[in-house]
Nanobody, 124 residues
Framework: QVQLIDSGGGLVQAGGSLRLSCTAS????????MGWFRQPPGKERDLIAA????????YYVDSVKGRFTISRDNAKNTVYLQMNSLKPEDTAVYYC?????????????????WGQGTQVTVSS
C-alpha cells in the first residue's frame, strides 16, 4: 500500500503561482510513476501531468504545457506540481496519484493509489 497526502492548494489571483506537494508513505516511492489529475466543478477528473520513476521523462496535457512543471524528490518521497500563470479555468480539486505499472506510457490513466485532493481556486 501507498498512502499519498496532497497539500499546497489555496486561493490565488489569475497570473499567480502555487506549488502543490504530494508526500508518500508506505512502499518504496521510487518504484512508482506519478501523476497529477484535476477535477473542475461539475466535470470529470483528468490527467494533466505525469513523470516516470526517475523524474527524467514528463508528460503534460496541452492546456498546462509551459505553465506547470511536475517534479519529484525520491529522497523525500514527494512529487510536486509547480503552477505558474494560473488562470480561472485552472480552478479544480487537484489529486496526485501513483502507478505501479511504471513501464506503461506516461499518458496512461491506470493509477493504483490516490491522494485526498487539494482545492485550487483561481480568481479573475
Amino acid at each position: 500500500q501507498v498512502q499519498l497526502i496532497d497539500s499546497g492548494g489555496g486561493l490565488v489571483q489569475a497570473g499567480g503561482s502555487l506549488r502543490l506537494s504530494c508526500t508518500a508513505s508506505g512502499r518504496t516511492f521510487g518504484n512508482y510513476a506519478m501523476g497529477w489529475f484535476r477535477q473542475p466543478p461539475g466535470k470529470e477528473r483528468d490527467l494533466i501531468a505525469a513523470l516516470n520513476r526517475s523524474g527524467g521523462r514528463t508528460y503534460y496535457v496541452d492546456s498546462v504545457k509551459g505553465r506547470f512543471t511536475i517534479s519529484r524528490d525520491n529522497a523525500k518521497n514527494t512529487v510536486y506540481l509547480q503552477m505558474n500563470s494560473l488562470k480561472p479555468e485552472d480552478t479544480a480539486v487537484y489529486y496526485c496519484a501513483a502507478r505501479s505499472k511504471w513501464y506503461a506510457p506516461l499518458e496512461s490513466l491506470e493509477y493504483n493509489y490516490w491522494g485526498q485532493g487539494t482545492q485550487v481556486t483561481v480568481s479573475s
